[in-house]
């Protein structure tokens, strides 16, 4: 079992910046055995993948983020961020962390945290 806790949500003005982080716990694997994603749901809306991040590092990100999001991880600490620049209105959401014990993240990860709140105003 893999407990994710996410924090570092809150409000901001368009054009600002937040992080939010990921702390993994509880699981017999290390933090380096896992792949993580960021996932996004706006109110009424699908669940959206934002960005992934795999086993040895490597990054993807939905188009609506580029250039804007980026993903990164300490192992050591075992935790995963995501560093939101340039925010925009369209950018609030509830933002769950995910993992999967594998090299790259599945469309459908098996474990995932509770979800932080990020709101942009304009």
């Known amino acids: 079992q893999v407990q994710l806790v996410e924090s570092g949500g809150g409000l901001v003005q368009a054009g600002g910046s937040l992080r939010l982080s990921c702390a993994a716990s509880?699981?017999?694997?290390?933090?380096?055995?896992?792949?993580l994603a960021w996932f996004r749901q706006a109110p009424g809306k699908q669940r959206d993948l934002v960005a992934t991040?795999?086993?040895?590092?490597?990054?993807n990100y939905a188009d609506s983020v580029k250039g804007r999001f980026a993903v990164s991880r300490d192992n050591a600490k075992s935790t995963v961020y995501l560093q939101m620049n340039n925010l925009k209105p369209e950018d609030t959401a509830v933002y769950y962390c995910?993992?999967?014990?594998?090299?790259?993240?599945?469309?459908?990860?098996?474990?995932w945290g509770q979800g932080t709140q990020v709101t942009v105003s304009s």
């Open positions: 995910a993992a999967d014990i594998a090299v790259v993240v599945t469309s459908n990860p098996v474990f």
């Open positions: 509880g699981s017999i694997f290390p933090m380096n055995a896992m792949a």
């Open positions: 991040i795999t086993r040895g590092g490597s990054t």
